[in-house]
C-alpha cells in the first residue's frame, strides 16, 4: 500500500520532466501529471522544489485552475518531511496547498494565544498531527489517578485544543484518532485493564470519533490507517529517535495522499459517480463470446466468488449515495441479459443511472454519460481490467480518476478500497459540491476542446502488426480463435483443426493469421480471415478478429493487406458475406465502412462486393511487421491455385 | 548474492541524483554530509528510505548514525550484501 498502488507508476523520465517544468508552456497541466504518479516521497520532494522556483508569472499560470487552501499543522513530531509530499498530493486533486508549521512541539501555545503564528495566519483548517506520544497521560499506568479513564482525559486536552483554534483563530480542526503502537505488556489483559495504554487509546479514539459527530472538525482516522498498514510497519523507532519522524518514512505517500482526499472533500470535491465497465470487471469472462453460462460470477466458484465481492462493493456504494454507471463495449441486449438472467449476479439492471453497452469508444461514451447526470468528469472513477482502455481514458480525460487494477481480480477490491475515491465528511455536503461543479464547467468545456484525438491516442500505443498465412504453429489458436469467437465474426462458421489443416495445404485458398503488438506487450494472435479462390475473385469465407482489439483500426490493417495480396495475383474482385447471429450486430457494417458495395441483402445473408482496382489503403497508424507480400514466391505459388 | 564496491557505489550515485535536488551535487567517495548544504538530518531519512528500498537491506539504528560519507554507506552496504 506504500506505492500508492491504484497510481500508474512514474515515468523514467520524471525528474528531467520536472527540471523541464520551469519553462513548460502549460505548468498547470503538467504539474498535474506529475503530482498524478505514485509519487516516492524523493519524487514528491523534486516535484516540490520545482514548484517554488516558478517566478511570478508561471506562478500565476500554475495557480489559475487550482483550489486554494491554507492548513496550519501543529505536531509533536517533525512534520517537515511531509510537506512536500502534502503539497504534491494536494496537487493531485487540484488543491493548490499552503502550509503554516508552527515550531516543532508548539501545540497548546499555537492554539491558546489569540496572538500565535497560526491563529493569525486566516486558515482555512489546522491540522492536529497527534499521535500517542502527544498526550502525557497516554502510558501504560495501571495505577492511573486522575479522574477519568486516561483516554478521556486525553481527549479533553485535545477538545481544548479544538476550542481554542475555533475561538481564536476561527478555523476548523482536522483532528486524529491515534495508531496503537506495536507493544503491550500482558497481551489480551491490555484491552482490558484501566490505565494500560491499548485500553486508554481504544476509549480515546471511540469518544473521539462520537464528538466529532457533533462539531464542526473533522476526522483524519490515522488508526484505521495504520492497522490497515500493519502497526510493525507503520511505526519506525529509528527514524522517531533520530529525528521525530511519527511514522515511517515509506508511508508518507500513504498518509499525505489520504490527508489530500481529506482536504478535497472539505473543498467539496468529492466523487460521486462509478463507471464500470462489464466484461473481466464485474465478471469472470467475456459475455458476448462465452455466453451467459460461460462467465464467472456468483458463489461457489472461487474466481466467481472475488467478482461478486466487488459487485457486493458497488451496491454498498450505491446505498451511500454513489451513482453506478456502465460503460463497456458489448452488445446491449447480451449484456442486459446477463444482469437479467444470471443466478449468480448481484447488480441489477435498476441499480444502474446509466447502462452504456455498445461499441462505441469508451470516452464519448463516459462523455454522455456525465452529460445525462450533469456532472463532471473529476466526480467520475472509471473502473476497467484492460490497461490500454486505462490508458485512453487517461490520455482524452486527464480529470477522472482511473485506478490501475492488478493482474489479479481477487486483488481487484484491495487496490480499489485503498484509492479511497469515495472521501467524503458528511452527507450534507452534496448540495455545495453541485455548485462548485456548475462553477467549473467552462474551464472542462475548455479542457475538452484541447483533449487528444483518438488517432493520438491509437499512435502512441506503437501498434505492430504480423500477417502470416496459417502454418503448423499457429493452428490450434486459429481453431480456437474459430470456435470461440462470437461478435466480430462476420459468418459464424466453425471449423474443426482437420477442416483448418485442409484450408493450410490446399491450393484454393488464401489464410491469413494475423498478430498485434502494441507498447502493452503481445496481444497474440487476434485475427483470421479465410477466402476461397474462386476464378479472378476471393469469396471472404471466414473474417474475424478478437473483441480485445477493437476500435484500433486492426481491420483496417487487415483489409488493406488483403486487397494488395489479392492485386499481387490479378484477383479483381472481393466478396464478402454478413451472416447475422444473436452476437454479431458490431459487424453488420463491417464491409461498407470497408468501401464494399452491398450486392444482395436477404434475412440470413448480406452480399458485399469490392473492385479491389478501385479500393483506398486505409493506411491506419500501425506498423506492418511482416506481410505475406513479403513471403516466399513458393508460398505464392500455393494460393495461385 | 555478492556484489563489489564499485557496483555499490553507482548505484548509490543514482540513489544521490534522486535524493538531492541540486544539480551540482559533487559525488565521489570521498563525499561527506558535512560538504552537502542539502545533506540535513530530514534529507538523512529521505536518503536512508531510498537505500533501504534500493537495496533491499535494514540499517541499525547506529548504523543510521555513522552514515556520514559515501565511502561509510558503501562500506556498510558492502557488508550487509556480502
Not at chain 1, 506529475?34 to 509519487?39: G, I, M, S
Not at chain 1, 491490555?190 to 457533533?214: C, P, T
Not at chain 1, 459475455?287 to 466487488?310: M, N, T, W, Y
Not at chain 2, 542539502?38 to 539504528?61: M, N
Request: aromatic share 8%.
Amino acid at each position: 500500500m506504500h506505492d500508492l498502488p491504484w497510481l500508474l507508476k512514474s515515468a523514467d523520465d520524471f525528474n528531467e520532466r520536472c527540471a523541464r517544468l520551469l519553462n513548460h508552456a502549460s505548468p498547470d497541466a503538467e504539474a498535474q501529471l506529475l503530482a498524478n504518479y505514485a509519487l516516492s516521497i524523493n519524487q514528491s520532494n523534486r516535484l516540490y522544489q520545482t514548484l517554488q522556483k516558478f517566478d511570478p508569472e508561471k506562478r500565476a499560470i500554475f495557480s489559475r485552475n487550482l483550489i486554494p487552501f491554507k492548513l496550519g499543522i501543529v505536531s509533536n513530531a517533525t512534520m517537515d518531511l511531509m510537506i512536500p509530499a502534502m503539497i504534491t498530493a494536494a496537487l493531485r486533486y487540484g488543491i493548490e496547498l499552503e502550509v503554516i508549521r508552527a515550531d516543532f512541539g508548539q501545540v497548546a501555545q499555537e492554539a491558546f494565544d489569540p496572538a500565535s503564528k497560526l491563529n493569525q495566519s486566516n486558515l482555512d483548517a489546522v491540522l492536529l498531527a497527534l499521535d500517542y506520544r502527544a498526550y502525557s497521560v497516554l502510558v501504560n499506568e495501571p495505577e492511573y489517578s486522575g479522574g477519568n479513564d486516561p483516554g478521556l482525559d486525553a481527549l479533553g486536552y485535545l477538545q481544548q485544543i479544538q476550542q481554542s483554534f475555533a475561538l481564536n483563530g476561527k478555523t476548523i480542526c482536522i483532528v486524529q484518532t491515534l495508531a496503537h503502537p506495536p507493544y503491550e505488556l500482558s497481551g489480551n489483559l491490555d484491552a482490558q485493564l484501566s490505565g494500560l495504554l491499548r485500553k486508554s487509546l481504544n476509549v480515546f479514539n471511540s469518544a473521539l470519533i462520537e464528538n466529532i459527530k457533533n462539531s464542526a472538525d473533522v476526522l483524519f482516522d490515522v488508526a484505521t490507517l495504520a492497522n490497515t498498514v500493519g502497526t510493525h510497519q507503520w511505526f519506525d523507532e529509528r527514524q522517531w529517535y533520530m529525528s521525530r519522524v511519527p511514522i515511517a518514512n515509506g508511508y508518507i505517500p500513504l498518509y499525505t495522499d489520504y490527508l489530500a482526499k481529506l482536504l478535497a472533500a472539505i473543498r467539496g470535491k468529492s466523487r460521486k459517480c462509478l463507471v464500470l465497465d462489464l466484461d473481466n470487471t464485474l465478471w469472470g469472462g467475456v459475455i458476448g463470446d462465452d455466453g451467459l453460462e460461460g462467465i464467472q460470477i456468483g458463489q461457489g466458484h472461487p474466481v466467481g466468488e472475488s467478482f461478486l465481492a466487488i459487485q457486493q462493493w458497488a451496491k454498498s456504494l450505491k446505498a451511500l449515495g454513489i451513482i453506478l454507471t456502465v460503460c463497456s463495449k458489448n452488445d446491449k441486449v447480451v449484456a442486459l441479459e446477463a444482469f437479467q438472467k444470471h443466478p449468480g449476479m448481484l447488480l441489477k439492471e435498476d441499480d444502474f443511472a446509466v447502462f452504456m453497452a455498445n461499441w462505441e469508444d469508451k470516452a464519448s461514451n463516459i462523455r454522455k454519460i456525465a452529460a445525462i447526470l450533469n456532472i463532471g468528469m473529476d466526480a467520475m472513477v472509471f473502473v476497467d481490467d484492460n490497461p490500454a482502455e486505462r490508458e485512453i481514458i487517461r490520455t482524452m480525460i486527464p480529470e477522472i480518476s482511473v485506478p490501475e487494477l492488478p493482474k489479479d481480480p481477487s486483488q481487484f477490491l484491495r487496490v480499489l478500497c485503498a484509492a479511497r475515491y469515495f472521501e467524503k465528511i458528511d452527507f450534507t455536503t452534496d448540495d455545495a459540491q453541485r455548485n462548485a461543479q456548475y462553477a467549473d464547467n467552462a474551464r472542462r468545456q475548455a479542457m475538452l476542446q484541447k483533449a487528444p484525438s483518438l488517432t493520438d491516442y491509437l499512435i502512441s500505443l506503437e501498434m505492430k502488426i504480423h500477417f502470416a498465412p496459417f502454418n503448423e504453429t499457429g493452428r490450434k489458436r486459429i481453431v480456437q480463435l474459430i470456435n470461440k469467437t462470437n461478435q466480430f465474426n462476420l459468418t459464424t462458421r466453425r471449423y474443426t483443426e482437420a477442416d483448418v489443416l485442409g484450408f493450410e495445404k490446399s491450393g484454393s485458398y488464401l489464410t491469413l493469421q494475423v498478430q498485434l503488438q502494441d507498447k502493452f506487450g503481445d496481444n497474440g494472435m487476434i485475427s483470421v480471415v479465410i477466402c476461397k479462390n474462386a476464378g479472378d475473385c476471393w469469396e471472404i469465407d471466414t473474417w474475424l478478429m478478437s473483441c480485445r482489439v477493437i476500435k484500433r483500426r486492426v481491420e483496417e490493417a487487415v483489409c488493406d493487406e488483403l486487397v494488395a495480396i489479392a492485386r499481387s495475383k490479378g484477383i479483381e474482385k472481393l466478396r464478402g458475406y454478413y451472416r447475422p447471429t444473436e452476437k454479431n450486430k458490431l459487424v453488420k457494417n463491417h464491409y461498407q465502412q470497408l468501401g464494399f458495395v452491398l450486392i444482395s441483402s436477404d434475412g440470413s445473408e448480406d452480399i458485399w462486393e469490392l473492385e479491389t482496382e478501385h479500393y483506398q489503403p486505409k493506411h491506419p497508424p500501425i506498423a506492418i511487421q511482416n506481410s505475406l507480400l513479403d513471403q516466399t514466391t513458393h508460398e505464392r505459388s500455393e494460393i495461385d491455385g | 548474492m555478492h556484489q563489489d564496491k564499485a557496483t555499490i557505489r553507482d548505484q548509490l550515485e543514482l540513489i544521490f541524483q534522486d535524493t538531492f535536488v541540486e544539480s551540482n551535487l559533487a559525488f565521489s567517495m570521498d563525499t561527506r554530509r558535512d560538504d552537502v548544504a542539502e545533506w540535513d538530518s530530514l534529507s538523512h531519512i529521505r536518503l536512508l528510505t531510498a537505500i533501504e528500498a534500493s537495496f533491499g537491506v535494514q540499517f541499525d539504528l547506529e548504523e543510521i548514525v555513522s552514515m556520514t560519507s559515501v565511502a561509510a554507506i558503501v562500506d556498510l552496504l558492502y557488508e550487509k550484501l556480502n
